[in-house]
């Protein structure tokens, strides 16, 4: 058993969906401690930007005919993709950046879309495998807020694990993480107590399951 995680956040300290995958992996770990985690920080060690549409053009190519920068795009696809086919579940920390998907997160789901594994149509090589996606936001984001429907950054990670991809997929959400950093959230401190206890209840019983065990009772 191995599994792959990847966080986007651009935050260490303090990272509130990093703390939240925590506790999933360690949900996760329970069912092994001695499995390997792979790991891939692409919010604090990004991909190159210039890198998907390098990939783009080279994989249109024979292999001969790349130039060096194609061919480095190609050979990083690949090793990406890899990371994800040879892990047993998969672990997806998303904060919500500007009511979008982060840009390194999204640099990294167009990378692996170009190699030929991976791209929409057909069987996934994923299909059924366990996944969990945790995803934070700052606000309150739920339905009859008045931002609801500003996320945009859920639904499109959603299309791309569960539909393009066709993962197992189980999600951990978690609202109100700026509350106690943005003052003018401060009237709802208590709500965001009950979200974060929630989220953390949720994380722990998505992480065991990743782990092939049954929730906490």
Do not use: C
């Amino acid at each position: 058993m191995s599994l792959f995680r990847l966080d986007g956040s651009i935050r260490v300290e303090g990272s509130a969906s990093r703390e939240i995958a925590d506790i999933v992996e360690a949900g996760w770990v329970a069912g092994d401690p001695s499995a390997p985690v792979v790991r891939r920080h692409v919010g604090t060690d990004p991909l190159p930007a210039t890198a998907w549409a390098a990939a783009v053009a080279g994989s249109a190519l024979p292999a001969a005919e790349r130039s060096p920068e194609q061919a480095a795009a190609v050979a990083l696809a690949a090793t990406l993709t890899d990371e994800l086919l040879e892990a047993d579940g998969l672990l997806f920390a998303v904060p919500l950046y500007n009511f979008g998907v982060s840009q390194h997160v999204k640099t990294w789901v167009d990378l692996v879309l170009t190699d030929p594994r991976m791209g929409p149509g057909g069987d996934s090589p994923l299909a059924g495998r366990p996944a969990v996606l945790v995803t934070v936001r700052g606000g309150n984001y739920s339905a009859g807020t008045p931002r609801e429907g500003w996320d945009h950054s859920t639904s499109w990670l959603r299309r791309i694990l569960a539909d393009v991809w066709q993962l197992d997929l189980r999600v951990v959400e978690r609202e109100f993480t700026l509350v106690g950093v943005n003052p003018a959230l401060d009237g709802f401190a208590d709500l965001a107590a009950e979200l974060k206890a929630a989220a953390e209840r949720d994380a722990a019983d998505h992480g065991r399951a990743l782990g092939g065990l049954r929730p906490a009772a």
